[in-house]
């Protein structure tokens, strides 16, 4: 047997130890590893197992553009405001564009502001009042709406805004916008079907109605040719302008008629009668014969388009309310009106009894004979007199006599009688709101429209638009609309509320007139809200649980980035007890990024009160409604 020394054995028991070790080295960082993993691949069981200990929640990744913050500086002293933004886009995008607006005339610009090309941002611009001046349109006097946009490399963008309270030096630097000079260079837009060239301004109701009025233009001619018996060769010029003028219609010669065409006609005579009334001046043209002066008096002039429209604002009843007004105080006799000034008279007892006179001539005698006096006359009483002999056989008094016999056989109706009474003291009271409150109204170019100068042009490529311009006329609206609906009661309650207005130079006291002015402040306060991207004052102005105040609707309200947004009131009546109201606003928009589909469209809104305010409960699109001419087979 051999014997191994036993210091040769030692190094055997060592190298296993090392082994064992190792290998429980490696397995414990194996199962470290293991546990590592559990959370990952079984977050809600592990998360479960392990309490408080892993309930931390990791900061969300950023998906979308997000301002951070934003806020405002105002240096009173140095006349400066100095906004601030923070924003950040996805990490694998970066900030591609970034826009601030503020309400003085330079920010309604949109300013591109400098940033860099990263996905976090924070940037601030200076409004350095001394340089831009600081001209101001819908903020309050000591404050000053604006907002940011940031928009990403992937096109997705987001606008935030808020308002800032000025100091006293600023608040006094502030002015107003100045008054548009006279258009140099104004062009009329052009559109035609074929008998008519229409003229009209550019983004106005007329250019978006254009189709709509040739057809109605078309039909309404359609109607007087055969009346007449004239026939139009060749095509009229028709100018539409924004702004009422008198009753909202004149004739020139070569076949030239001016008519108001706005969504705010507070006239309200429907469209189809003013291209009918106007339509019959200028075919008349034809009738008259060449002679060295003179012409028809206004009882043939006017008699004659009130007989060819049937009507003077609409389809009318002519001979039954022309004989209430010989039953009344308000009568005019036939020789009064020829002998004038016939347009100085109560315009709508003149145009009436001449329409009704006309149309007894007609009637008993034929169209020819009247045809021949209007193209023979001279306006001299003594020629005229003979002329009519000659085509009669009766002079004016004994025809004068016939027409109040066949008028007095008539047996006009209550609310025949109602309605006349009605839509005479409208019309008072409509120049008479002209007269002292939009004084512009009341002028009426004795030069046809492309004759224009531009102090012309300024005057009717716009119309009244302060508040309470816009109180008077959608009352106005609204009454007349109640005298159609049949609503008389109603009609002269509203009628009493203007005339109280009117009398008491301007002031408003009445309850539907207050409403409709605090109205017409809610818009306003929403307009600036829009504008400013503002949630939380938008929401505000909107009944809780109409579908507008939904988040996806306000979202979508608030997202084009708005240099200008207005909603001009065209439409406006309350419930009889006050607690809602139904209208039409007119929006006027411009977006920095492209041309905003809303602009110049009619949205019918409503209104609920709420807590002492005005809250808009409804929101629908909806169009201009032109009634057609009626047809007749006479």
Not at 177 to 205: C, L, M
Request: hydrophobic letters at 40%; aromatic letters at 10%; charged letters at 20%.
């Amino acid at each position: 047997m051999t014997v191994v020394p036993e210091d040769q054995n030692g190094g055997a028991p060592r190298w296993r130890f090392v082994v064992l070790a190792a290998l429980i080295l490696l397995l414990t960082v194996m199962v470290l590893a293991v546990l590592w993993q559990v959370p990952h691949l079984l977050p809600g069981p592990f998360e479960r197992w392990s309490g408080a200990v892993l309930d931390a929640t990791p900061t969300p990744a950023i998906l979308e553009p997000t301002i951070t913050r934003l806020y405002a500086d105002v240096n009173d002293q140095a006349r400066t405001v100095t906004f601030h933004l923070e924003a950040e886009v996805p990490p694998d995008r970066q900030v591609f564009e970034v826009l601030l607006w503020y309400d003085t005339g330079p920010g309604h610009r949109a300013q591109h502001v400098a940033a860099p090309l990263t996905h976090t941002i924070s940037i601030s611009y200076q409004l350095d009042a001394l340089l831009e001046g600081f001209t101001r349109t819908l903020t309050a006097t000591d404050e000053l709406d604006y907002w940011w946009l940031v928009r990403d490399t992937a096109g997705d963008s987001i606008r935030a805004g808020d308002t800032v309270m000025l100091g006293p030096q600023l608040v006094s630097m502030t002015t107003a916008f100045p008054p548009e000079p006279p258009p140099i260079d104004f062009t009329w837009a052009v559109s035609a079907t074929e008998h008519f060239q229409f003229f009209y301004v550019p983004g106005s109701a007329a250019e978006r109605d254009r189709f709509e009025l040739g057809s109605v233009a078309e039909g309404a001619l359609a109607l007087i040719e055969p009346r007449l018996e004239v026939y139009l060769d060749g095509q009229m010029g028709i100018y539409l302008v924004p702004r009422v003028f008198w009753q909202g219609g004149a004739a020139y010669g070569n076949k030239v008629q001016l008519i108001s065409y706005l969504d705010r006609n507070y006239t309200a005579v429907e469209t189809w009668s003013y291209f009918a009334h106007e339509g019959t001046h200028a075919l008349a043209q034809d009738i008259l014969q060449p002679k060295e002066e003179g012409g028809p008096d206004g009882v043939l002039v006017e008699g004659l388009a009130v007989w060819a429209s049937g009507g003077h604002y609409s389809e009318e009843p002519i001979d039954e309310w022309a004989a209430l007004v010989v039953d009344s105080g308000g009568y005019l006799s036939l020789a009064q009106l020829r002998a004038g000034p016939f347009y100085e008279f109560q315009h709508e007892t003149s145009y009436l009894e001449s329409g009704s006179f006309v149309q007894y001539l007609v009637g008993r005698y034929g169209l020819e004979p009247l045809k021949e006096l209007y193209g023979q006359a001279t306006g001299d009483a003594g020629h005229d007199e003979a002329l009519v002999q000659s085509l009669y056989g009766k002079g004016y008094a004994e025809l004068d006599q016939e027409w109040l016999e066949y008028l007095s056989s008539l047996e006009p109706s209550p609310e025949q009688a109602e309605f006349w009474r009605l839509q005479v003291r409208t019309f008072d009271l409509i120049r008479r709101y002209e007269t002292d409150l939009d004084p512009d109204a009341r002028i009426l170019p004795g030069t046809s429209p492309p004759e224009w100068m531009s102090d012309t042009l300024k005057v009717f490529l716009k119309r009244a638009d302060a508040p309470r311009n816009l109180v008077f006329e959608t009352a106005l609206i609204a009454a007349q609309e109640r005298v159609y609906s049949g609503d008389f009661k109603g009609a002269s309650a509203l009628l009493d509320d203007v005339e109280a207005a009117l009398d008491a130079g301007g002031e408003l006291t009445r309850p539907s007139l207050l409403a409709r002015q605090q109205i017409l402040e809610a818009l306003a306060a929403q307009d600036r809200a829009i504008l400013r991207a503002d949630a939380a004052a938008y929401s505000g102005s909107l009944a809780p649980g109409s579908s507008l105040a939904q988040p996806e609707a306000v979202a979508r309200r608030l997202a084009p980035p708005f240099r200008a947004y207005e909603q001009e009131l065209v439409r406006l009546d309350l419930a009889d007890d006050g607690s809602m109201a139904r209208g039409v606003v007119l929006i006027h928009a411009e977006s920095a990024d492209a041309d905003f589909d809303e602009d110049g469209l009619l949205f019918a809104v409503e209104f609920v009160q709420a807590g002492g305010r005005w809250l808009m409960s409804g929101r629908a699109a909806t169009r201009t409604a032109l009634t057609p001419p009626p047809v007749r087979t006479d």
